[in-house]
């Protein structure tokens, strides 16, 4: 929430990557009643299969569309709330209502996802997000290869046995915030070991990311 100050003051447009039943936002709709949020979710396709299989090949163990009728019911009294999109991050573009926003809230998603879907994710984050925008990412991660507590490097272990995959590494993600113009802020510390990063949009025009790409920090006349 302090990321956040000014409450029922702020205004803009929000989605939430992977907001699964919408629990989240039940706490944040009512905190910021002014900002329209979007909530969406990833839907596995529509075929019978084993919940191992789920798990292992998408990350979740889903309903398919009736898992937007779950997100819908829990968020339906909150008017500062649109229906849930379904949302593959892999799309591209972007789907519409996602692709001008304020502010992007991703939680507990990039351990269970390859790494494509974190370069896509910082990727249209940045195009997605308006000048000054925000992109707010929560989970667990390794920081300069070390785990944060033994519960996450058994929970890394887990995840790379049941999927080929688990927590991402910090630095990583400064680095792709940093290739398309998201600048980091200090990392905070949460509870059962996890990190709430902050990534902020900046103005930066063709001859920036040119000089970026280049290695170079300024233009010298």
């Known amino acids: 929430?302090?990321?956040?100050?000014?409450?029922e003051s702020l205004v803009g447009d929000a989605a939430e990557i992977s907001a699964g039943t919408g629990a989240l936002l039940e706490l944040l709709?009512?905190?910021?009643?002014?900002?329209t949020w979007t909530p969406t979710e990833y839907i596995?396709?529509?075929?019978?299969?084993s919940t191992d299989t789920q798990w292992a090949r998408w990350g979740k163990i889903g309903r398919g569309a009736q898992d937007l009728t779950t997100i819908d019911a829990h968020l339906s009294h909150f008017p500062n709330c649109e229906r849930a999109l379904a949302f593959d991050l892999r799309s591209d573009p972007w789907p519409a209502p996602l692709r001008s926003?304020?502010?992007i809230i991703?939680?507990?998603?990039?351990?269970?996802?390859?790494?494509i879907c974190a370069e896509r994710l910082f990727d249209g984050a940045s195009r997605a997000l308006r000048p000054g925008g925000q992109?707010?990412?929560?989970g667990a991660f390794t920081?300069?290869?070390?785990?944060?507590?033994?519960s996450n490097k058994a929970f890394d272990k887990f995840c790379r046995s049941t999927r080929g995959f688990g927590l991402k590494e910090l630095r990583d993600l400064e680095r792709l915030a940093a290739d398309v113009g998201l600048a980091c802020t200090t990392p905070r510390?949460?509870?059962a070991n996890n990190l709430l990063l902050r990534f902020v949009k900046a103005e930066r025009g063709p001859l920036q990311k040119m000089l970026s790409w280049a290695g170079v920090e300024e233009l010298v006349l």
């Open 143 to 150: 920081v300069d290869g070390e785990f944060i507590g033994d």
């Open 101 to 103: 926003l304020d502010l």
């Open 106 to 115: 991703c939680a507990n998603l990039l351990h269970i996802t390859p790494w």
């Open 44 to 49: 596995p396709p529509q075929r019978v299969t």
């Open 135 to 138: 992109f707010i990412l929560y």
């Open 1 to 7: 929430m302090e990321y956040l100050p000014g409450g």
């Open 189 to 191: 510390a949460m509870p």
């Open 29 to 35: 709709a009512p905190a910021f009643p002014n900002i």
